[in-house]
């Protein structure tokens, strides 16, 4: 079984930061891809920032040059740090990560509880 455990979330004014750590915990092998989704009142959940085990990343063109994903291996925590926030950004964010679990080895991908953020004007 594999946990992923969301902080940081909450209420922030536009024009602020949050920074976001997303630790796994469990029957874990190795962890590949990890990344962050939100999903917006009324929208679809899109990729917000992912991250491979070698640290190529990638971003929604929405938040390229304010969002910054980075991972801690070691750790096995990915953290999303998010500046200059819009009220745009308001949504609940969800921790994803692709673990390969220890023996009996199994491919999952496992989801944060996701976490509230909203943005005030």
């Known amino acids: 079984q594999v946990q992923l455990v969301e902080s940081g979330g909450g209420l922030v004014q536009a024009g602020g930061f949050l920074r976001r750590p997303c630790a796994a915990s469990?029957?874990?092998?190795?962890?590949?891809?990890m990344g962050w989704y939100r999903q917006a009142p009324g929208k679809q959940r899109e990729l917000v920032a992912g991250i491979t085990r070698g640290g190529i990343t990638n971003y929604a063109d929405s938040v390229k040059g304010r969002f910054t994903i980075s991972r801690d291996n070691a750790k096995n925590t990915v953290y999303l740090q998010m500046d200059s926030l819009k009220p745009g950004d308001t949504a609940v964010y969800y921790c994803n990560a692709a673990v390969l679990t220890t023996p009996p080895f199994r491919n999952l991908e496992v989801w944060g509880q996701g976490t509230l953020v909203t943005v005030s004007s």
């Open positions: 469990g029957s874990i092998f190795s962890i590949n891809s």
